[in-house]
Structure formats: C-alpha cells, structure tokens
C-alpha cells in the first residue's frame, strides 16, 4: 500500500474502506474482512451508527492499534462547541479507542452558520489529544477559505463526492493548491450504473482490469484518496489491487470527458444541502 503525507504530517494510505451502512454483525464481519484484506484506513460517522461495529472489528482484526487509522465525522446538530467536543468523546466511548486519527466536519450547512464554531471545536480537541488530524468534508472553496480566515488552521483533508460522472475538477484544483488532500466518497458513483458505462469498460478491458479498479486508479492518478466499499471479500482485494498498472494520459482525458452537470449521486450540493 502507498502513503500520502498530509500537511501535518499524518501518513493515509492512498486507498481507505468506507463503512456507511454496515452495521451489526454483518457491518463487523465486512470490516474485520476488509482489514484482513490489508485496508489501514476504515472512515466512518456518528451519524453512520456504527462507530461500536468499526470498534468491534479493529478488535476482531488482532492488529495493533497504532496498525490502524480510523476517522469519524461529527453531525450538524453538535456544531456548537461544547456539544462537539462531548460528541467526540461520546464517539470515542463507542469505539473503544483512545483517540481518532482523523476526525472531520461532515457537512457545512452554511444556512446554520456555525461551521467555524464546530471547526474551532475540532481544533481544540485536537489540543486535547483526542484527534490527530482534523479536516472537512463536502466544503466549498468559499467555506475553506472561511476557515483559514477566521482561525488562521486550514484543513488537511476534504472529502467530497467524486468519480467519473462527478470529478470535481475545481474544487480538487483548489484543495491542491491550499495543500489539502481530496478524498473521494463514492468513488465508484452508482455503481450498478458507473460499472455498465461503455467506455469505461472498453478502457477496463484494454488493462485487463475490472471497471471499479480502472475508476479507482484514476482517482488515485488525479492525486485523491477513494474509499470504496464492499462487504464482499473478492471485491475488497481487487479494489485494492490497483497499484500495479498506469492509465495512460490520453485514456486519463477520456475519463474525465465523462463528467456530467448533473453527475451527483444525490442532490446533495454543499452549497444548500444541511444535514444534522
């Protein structure tokens, strides 16, 4: 597995294993897999309710710890500072774990306007030492540059949605240029619709790859960190078998050619979307 180095430091591997929607003793199975499959870097969320699953399995795993990185992501309804800083300590509480590698903001909800509040939270409980590394998720430039601003701490880390229908060229042009890693939730996009694309699977043939390993590595060529996600073992392992081969410049411009206006998997736009 490769490494990106955030700005401060904290090494991700280039390729996590996103956990919504597993939960129970299926989501722990799924996630103990994945972690036997060789996956370091397991992202989750309060609002996911499954914090105590992705505990259950770093303990099922038998890894170290120190083996492992694992971000949660705080609601909407906590922004205002005492309850974030609870409401991390609550998630901690649920997995078992001393402290989250990487902890961000899930939404901006900009109408709410208490993102800066909830930002300076999380830059507190990093002081505490119950958090690593902090970042966002789904922030508009004008959101980031709000943070950076008002209390002088920029994000390591935003992710957003992005694959191919969606690839969010401006706003990773913008995170590379304020050194901000872009990750990437759903990296496959609907998948029982991405993986049927025709050009996609012309060009997955051509490397001799399925379409979720091409799309994978040209997230991973764009300098992105994708969290795909199966609870299918088969598909664990060939998600991350993606190291070994190049998509070449050319075949790079054809994908991004498939980007749609209305590429979003959900009407989710940052920019009016709130979610609590």
Not at 19 to 31: D, E
Not at 40 to 68: C, F, K, M, P
Not at 121 to 127: D, E, P, S, V
Not at 248 to 268: H, P
Request: include cysteine; charged fraction near 20%.
């Amino acid at each position: 597995m490769e490494n990106y180095r955030l700005r401060d430091g904290l090494q991700l591997p280039k390729i996590g294993f996103g956990t919504y929607q597993l939960n129970g003793n299926v989501g722990v199975n799924a996630m103990t897999a994945a972690l036997n499959n060789g996956y370091r870097l397991l992202d989750t969320a309060y609002n996911y309710e499954n914090e105590g699953a992705v505990g259950a399995a770093l303990r099922r795993s038998g890894l170290n710890r120190q083996e492992i990185l694992v971000t949660s992501k705080l609601p909407g309804r906590y922004y205002q500072t005492d309850d974030a800083i609870k409401t991390i300590q609550e998630s901690l509480y649920r997995t078992g774990l001393d402290y989250f590698d990487l902890y961000l903001l899930h939404w901006p909800n900009p109408k709410q306007d208490q993102y800066v509040e909830a930002w300076q939270a999380l830059i507190t409980a990093k002081k505490f030492g119950l958090i690593r590394s902090i970042g966002v998720c789904n922030f508009l430039p004008e959101h980031l540059a709000r943070l950076a601003q008002e209390t002088s701490e920029s994000p390591v880390i935003n992710q957003i949605e992005l694959h191919p229908y969606f690839n969010q060229q401006s706003q990773r042009d913008y995170d590379q240029a304020h050194d901000i890693l872009t990750e990437d939730w759903s990296p496959l996009g609907r998948a029982s619709v991405m993986l049927k694309d025709p050009v996609l699977q012309q060009l997955a043939a051509k490397y001799q790859r399925n379409v979720g390993q091409l799309i994978l590595r040209w997230e991973l060529q764009l300098g992105t960190l994708p969290i795909p996600k199966s609870a299918t073992p088969s598909r664990q392992r060939g998600n991350l078998d993606v190291f070994d081969f190049e998509i070449d410049a050319a075949d790079m411009a054809t994908i991004t050619t498939l980007n749609r206006a209305d590429g979003r998997t959900t009407q989710q736009d940052p920019a009016t979307y709130e979610e609590f």
